[in-house]
């Protein structure tokens, strides 16, 4: 069983107290830090990068939902929003929360969130092992507030910025994803998928064809039928081509 790297935050003492007490009675976890406020915390999870966070919402300097909005792609770790207001939930789990400990709450409530996390870094930890070495993306992490599973990328249609986030779209839905576009470019494989325009990355072998506008921008028709603008500024995908 892997040994989960775990930092908790909150500015109230007694909770932290409680945090750190359920947290160290639990088998396979390692406390990395614990931190009084919100520059504490992420300091503390950009120099351990953990597998897990407990985040207060409200703290002194910076609130747990700016310090996720902080956080880069390869930063982030699986966070649990700790809170004794409960109207923060529904931004909680838009933004990729794990899961939403609303104070006060009890040690059969706090194993199950932790039974959760659990359940989520193994799974992910057993992906990155079937990745191995592999130097691009072979699938894609999709985490709701329900459940976590994988997709293939060789079935994205495109990607789109969506804010802090990426909306990855395949032909059956849409997934929203914590990420930037050029994450997501550095690491999908050049040869099936390019970035054509400072919003958009797209899956090569859904391209139908390519109309080019007297702007000297491309119009990519994709198979599915969606129209892609392709800027100027990245006409060099068009050498991919020939």
């Not at 990745?131 to 079935?155: A, H, P």
């Amino acid at each position: 069983m892997k040994t989960i790297k775990t930092i908790i935050a909150d500015n109230e003492p007694l909770a932290l107290e409680q945090l750190e007490k359920y947290l160290r009675e639990s088998n396979g976890i390692e406390i990395l830090a614990s931190c009084k406020n919100g520059k504490e915390a992420l300091e503390a999870i950009e120099k351990f990068k953990p597998d897990l966070v407990f985040l207060d919402i409200e703290m002194p300097e910076l609130s747990g939902i700016e310090i996720m909005e902080t956080l880069e792609n390869d930063s982030m770790p699986f966070v649990v929003f700790v809170t004794a207001f409960d109207e923060y939930a529904i931004q909680a789990f838009e933004i990729d929360a794990l899961d939403y400990l609303l104070k006060p709450y009890n040690e059969k409530r706090f194993n199950e969130t932790l039974k959760r996390a659990r359940k989520y870094i193994e799974q992910f930890v057993n992906e990155k092992e079937i990745e191995g070495d592999n130097k691009y993306l072979t699938r894609l992490l999709i985490k709701t507030s329900k459940k976590m599973f994988f997709i293939d990328v060789e079935n994205i249609i495109y990607i789109e910025a969506s804010g802090n986030y990426a909306k990855i779209i395949t032909p059956e839905s849409t997934h929203l994803i914590r990420s930037t576009l050029k994450y997501l470019d550095e690491k999908l494989n050049p040869q099936n998928f390019a970035r054509v325009h400072k919003s958009t990355i797209v899956n090569l072998n859904k391209i139908k064809e390519l109309e080019q506008w007297f702007t000297g921008d491309y119009e990519i028709l994709l198979k599915n039928g969606k129209k892609i603008k392709m800027s100027r500024n990245y006409r060099d995908v068009l050498e991919r081509f020939k």
